[in-house]
């Protein structure tokens, strides 16, 4: 009787001590993610607005100035115009990107032509590239269009490239089970009609995961736009602030916390989206 | 509501794996066929290529009178049910059951916004297509679900169903349409076993309610068996036999369907067959057990089988070998048993031993075997006793190719003949030999083909009987005593034989005798089929055309068939099939084999170089043997013929195999 007392006794520290250890090691994980993320929240709220001026590794002075500053003087840095540049560039990209990435998907998994497994392999090999590879040819080819300098010019290289990443929609639309298509063919469907009517529905998640892909990278590219846009007023974020001068470090890390809100807020709206698989119930598993 | 046909049909894939194999068939209307063999036997890619989904790589599909190879699934006017039912699952049921009517269109005449016709200039209504409206569309669906009894799930989506309500609505979405065939894809395999049972004669009664035709695919021989009209055994893309659920399994026509339809299994024996007078010793291997039966039960096995040197497969059923002490005690084939364990099924008992007593009943050996008893009887184990075999229900197979021996349609009559003086003596007459049939005085075994005795000569029989088999006639004769059996098609001479009042006269095609002497061919039967092997080209020929009232100069294909330097023209139905089978371009480099019977080939002017050998004289019809190349031909004439020949084949009449693949394309 005893025993087995201490016995339960000892498998209730034991779980206490499980317990504890578990928290300390996340507490550490999570400190080390969000301490820059922290750091860059309190340095837009100094009031001296350089990094020189910190004590040591934290601003002095805190206050709301950069902020202010960010949307009001727009003389040298037009912010807010810099940020609606991108919300354009990255929306158009964004939807452009998304119908060709989620065709290019839905062709690959769903027809078979001759030299489809070539082009796969290729596409594959391609985007092992980093895309700033091919920088200069872009900006030649670029030239050539002359669409240097224009925000088209960014919105067509984002759209063409995003469909190199096609493989993970592939494999979603891998998943859903051909009779489907078969059932609706047979029932009278055009190939469009099964994309449109039966296959779209289905891939509600997918979607969402390629929209939200498709939005970021623009939305927080600087390599291309740095390249491609010349006058201050078409710059994008990334390239806008990273035209600061030296002194505006507050001003920067408040204009980085704030394209972040934009991606927050997609996330937030969409993610229910992603997590509820839609093809449940339609065939036996 | 239609009747199919499939003729030829193949299906062979890019790396070359044929799936299905020269699919011939003819489905009549409201029948109920079943695709039944194991997985990976190209029954579900049949099924899909009668549907569309799949692309028929040879052979002629028609669905009514109508060719539909190439044709999309959703003009064929069929529907199919899916294994996994293949729901839609974003819309509710009414949803799925109705798409199929949403997108079609229904012929109306053009009506104003009351639904009062509008009249063309002339009086008269004006035809539309137009799509279902609301009140058709609830009143279609609504029928279907009644029908099904799905009525109260309507607004459901199909993940909040279970698998049998699922299944419903996939049948309900095929039948709502009422299309000209329905196919279904295992629906039931999905199922757990009761309701498995239930959703069984449910299709049926779909069936009996709709009046159309079905062509169901299953694995599960049960399935088949208890919902065809008729089934179709398939085996490595091959049809292995075509029949009625009870043909199938009296008559099995080779040791697959034995085995496959039925459970238990057929036990299968291993043995020889000696004839010895009016009776036949069988013999088991691997034990003991001998048997003797009257030969007449064993008339229709092939005689070369029955000399007690070649192993046959013996099968006998489970319920063709009794233990009961009554039936062993009337028996006259018994064999001893020895008992090793007992199945009790209720209302039967299955009862495992082994005739070779050595061994344990337990492993499927040569010489294990099962027996239905009756319910509730306890058998001891190890203990030995006697079972009666039902020679009736014996199976006979060669073992190697495992087809039947005692076929429901025999081939050949077997005689010994005695040749003098140019006479051959069979079945107690005298019948004078043709010319072509050269053979040196002597006894013989004759090889007479069933379909080689004729209903116009003057040899003197009689009807014993006659049997209806899928179209076939056979017909047991008895001349002077002897048994002959021949085959005709019913309708060709079914009516003149059975008014004949049981008296009749026949005759012999002698070009289709075999005579033989210690199992060498002595004369061997004239082959119908002539092969030529060729190519197939095209020319752009200048051709006169009117267009637009003016004479025009254009250039109008024309395609030829082409063997050994000579050209045939082809008719457009051949190159068209040509086309179809070997997509377009290939067609043209590919080799073919052309082949024609020994009645296509006219003797002409210009045509294909040929060298006559010989004149083979059968009496009433003459033929010559001519030589094109390397080939042989044999061609039939009524002019005497010498020296080198022009031979012009009938094209339309022509088969065509395409020699890489080896596929029929006609």
């Not at chain 2, 048997?291 to 096995?301: E, G, Q, R």
């Not at chain 2, 209806?468 to 002897?482: A, E, H, R, Y």
């Amino acid at each position: 009787m005893n025993q087995a007392k201490v016995k339960v006794a000892k498998a209730k520290t034991k779980k206490v001590l499980n317990v504890l250890i578990t928290y300390c090691i996340l507490i550490v994980v999570a400190f080390i993610f969000f301490f820059p993320c922290l750091w860059l929240i309190l340095a837009s709220f100094s009031k001296s607005g350089s990094i020189y001026s910190f004590d040591g590794f934290f601003p002095v002075e805190y206050g709301f100035d950069s902020f202010k500053t960010l949307f009001t003087d727009t003389v040298m840095y037009n912010y807010p115009q810099w940020f609606l540049n991108t919300l354009f560039i990255a929306s158009m990209s964004c939807i452009l990107g998304t119908i060709l990435t989620i065709l290019t998907a839905y062709c690959m998994s769903r027809f078979r032509f001759k030299s489809r497994k070539a082009m796969m392999k290729t596409t594959l090999v391609l985007g092992m590239f980093p895309s700033f590879m091919g920088t200069i040819a872009v900006y030649l080819i670029m030239t050539q269009f002359n669409l240097i300098n224009q925000h088209w010019g960014l919105i067509l290289i984002y759209s063409a490239q995003a469909p190199m990443g096609y493989m993970v929609q592939k494999g979603f639309f891998d998943t859903i089970p051909y009779s489907i298509d078969e059932a609706a063919r047979i029932d009278g469907a055009s190939n469009f009609t099964v994309f449109v009517k039966f296959t779209l529905p289905m891939a509600k998640p997918m979607l969402v995961y390629t929209a939200l892909t498709a939005f970021t990278w623009p939305w927080s590219d600087f390599i291309l736009p740095k390249m491609l846009l010349v006058d201050r007023d078409l710059y994008t974020v990334a390239v806008g602030l990273m035209s600061l001068g030296e002194t505006e470090f507050a001003r920067f890390a408040a204009g980085s916390i704030f394209i972040a809100i934009p991606i927050i807020v997609l996330y937030f709206c969409l993610v229910k989206y992603m997590i509820n698989g839609m093809a449940a119930g339609a065939v036996k598993e | 509501m239609a009747n199919l046909s499939l003729k030829h049909i193949y299906k062979v894939y890019p790396n070359g794996a044929k799936a299905v194999n020269d699919f011939n068939m003819q489905i009549e209307d409201k029948e109920f066929i079943v695709f039944v063999g194991p997985s990976g036997c190209g029954k579900s890619t049949t099924l899909r290529m009668i549907a569309g989904l799949e692309e028929i790589t040879a052979g002629e599909l028609k669905i009514g009178d109508m060719v539909v190879n190439g044709m999309e699934p959703k003009d064929r006017d069929i529907a199919m049910v899916f294994q996994n039912y293949a729901l839609y699952p974003h819309m509710t049921i009414f949803e799925n059951i109705a798409f199929g009517l949403r997108m079609r269109k229904i012929p109306d005449i053009k009506r104003d916004k009351a639904g009062n016709p509008v009249l063309d200039k002339n009086g008269k209504e004006i035809p539309v297509m137009r799509h279902y409206n609301k009140q058709e569309l609830t009143a279609k669906v609504t029928e279907a679900a009644e029908i099904l009894g799905i009525t109260e799930y309507l607004k459901r989506k199909p993940k909040e169903m279970s698998g049998g309500q699922r299944q419903r609505v996939a049948l309900g979405r095929a039948i709502v349409r009422r299309p000209k065939v329905m196919l279904l894809d295992e629906p039931l395999s999905n199922l757990d076993a009761k309701l498995r049972t239930q959703m069984r004669s449910e299709i049926v009664k779909l069936h009996k309610k709709l009046q159309t035709t079905f062509i169901y695919v299953t694995h599960d021989q049960v399935e088949a068996m208890t919902m065809g009209t008729r089934i179709v055994v398939m085996k490595d893309g091959f049809v292995k036999q075509i029949d009625t659920p009870k043909n199938l399994y009296r008559y099995p026509a080779n040791k697959f369907v034995a085995g496959f339809i039925g459970t238990p299994q057929m036990n299968f024996f291993q043995g020889t067959l000696t004839k010895d007078g009016d009776s036949v010793h069988i013999a088991f291997k691997r034990s003991d057990a001998k048997v003797t039966v009257p030969y007449s039960m064993l008339m229709k096995t092939m005689p070369q089988y029955l000399d007690g040197t070649k192993t046959v497969y013996i099968g006998f059923r489970a319920e063709d070998i009794a233990l009961e002490e009554d039936k062993v005690a009337a028996s006259n084939a018994k064999i001893k048993v020895r008992i090793s364990h007992s199945e009790e099924l209720g209302t039967e008992t299955l009862v495992y031993g082994d005739i070779n007593m050595d061994g344990d009943g337990f492993d499927e050996t040569s010489t294990r075997v099962i027996i239905k008893s009756a319910g509730f009887k306890e058998y001891q184990s190890d203990t030995v006793c006697e079972a009666a075999l039902n020679i009736e229900g014996i199976h006979l197979f060669d073992i190697d190719t495992e087809e039947s021996i005692m076929p429901r349609l025999p081939e050949y009559n077997y005689a010994d003949c005695k040749v003098s003086a140019g006479k051959l003596a069979i079945l107690g007459q005298s019948i004078a030999l043709p010319s072509a049939v050269n053979c040196s005085d002597g006894e013989y075994d004759l090889l007479l083909p069933t379909d080689a005795v004729t209903f116009d000569g003057d040899i003197p029989a009689e009807i014993t009987s006659t049997e209806d088999i899928n179209g076939k006639l056979l017909i047991t004769l008895s001349v002077n005593g002897k048994k002959l059996f021949a085959v005709t098609d019913c309708s060709a001479d079914g009516e003149k034989i059975s008014v004949a009042d049981g008296k009749i006269k026949i005759g012999i095609d002698m070009k289709k005798i075999i005579i033989r002497k210690n199992s060498e061919d002595v004369i061997s039967p004239m082959p119908l089929v002539n092969g030529l092997n060729g190519t197939f080209v095209m020319e752009k020929l200048p051709e006169m055309t009117v267009v637009n009232g003016k004479e025009k100069k254009v250039k109008k294909a024309h395609y030829y068939l082409l063997i050994d330097g000579t050209k045939l023209e082809a008719p457009a139905e051949v190159y068209n099939k040509l086309f179809a089978a070997t997509s377009d371009r290939k067609a043209f480099n590919s080799a073919y084999r052309y082949e024609w019977t020994p009645y296509d080939f006219a003797v002409s002017g210009d045509g294909i170089r040929a060298q006559v050998e010989e004149t083979l004289d059968y009496g009433a019809e003459k033929f010559v043997r001519c030589t094109v190349g390397e080939e042989v031909i044999y061609v039939k004439t009524d002019k005497r013929l010498s020296g080198t020949v022009h031979l012009v084949p009938d094209v339309s009449k022509v088969s065509i195999i395409e020699s890489e693949r080896q596929i029929r394309i006609l």
